[in-house]
């Protein structure tokens, strides 16, 4: 059997440290999307709780300020409205992290990104939808890994707050 990828043993401690008592699943395969982890969970895609790092900037757009990582945990069945989001949360402008900001700012990379065990705390928010699964899968640190929460230790483990994600004209929240 492979060794446990090093991301996920962190992820693990981290998971322990914080009293979170979630199941980790090492998959055979990478689940770097919503669809793929519910496929290979046996769950519906709403119940993937995906880990999406944006950089919010300044309204200006000729400002050279860099950006903040802010990190958004939605329903894998939802897209994110940035322009709704952004205002939403006072914020100027959201726009996808880079790569490097991904990893700079979680310690992960993208398709693994837990909700938990980054360097430092990121301003996070969770897509309220997410409360009508009992049980939400998240990824683990590790692209074929996720853990398995519930919406309250969700918010419990990372201070969430909770923001709509999806367009002010869309169907709102649960």
Not at 16 to 24: I, S, T
Not at 91 to 114: D, K
Not at 139 to 150: E, L, N, R
Not at 154 to 172: N, Q, Y
């Amino acid at each position: 059997m492979d060794p446990e990828p090093p991301a996920v043993s962190r992820f693990r401690e981290a998971l322990a440290a914080a009293g979170g008592r979630g199941e980790v699943v090492v998959l055979p395969d990478s689940v770097h999307t919503a669809a793929l982890a519910a496929e290979a969970l046996g769950c519906e895609v709403g119940a993937i709780a995906n880990s999406l790092v944006f950089e919010a900037r300044p309204e200006d757009p000729a400002g050279d300020e860099p950006g903040q990582p802010v990190l958004l945990l939605t329903s894998g069945a939802h897209r994110v409205d940035t322009a709704s989001t952004a205002a939403r949360l006072g914020l100027g402008r959201l726009r996808r992290a880079s790569p490097e900001l991904v990893r700079r700012s979680t310690g992960q990379v993208i398709g693994g990104v837990s909700p938990i065990a980054h360097p430092a705390p990121l301003p996070t928010y969770v897509d309220p939808w997410l409360r009508r699964h009992p049980v939400l899968w998240a990824a683990a640190g590790h692209p074929a890994a996720v853990f398995s929460t519930t919406f309250d230790e969700l918010v419990a483990l990372t201070g969430a707050v909770e923001v709509d994600v999806e367009p002010a004209t869309g169907s709102g929240g649960p």
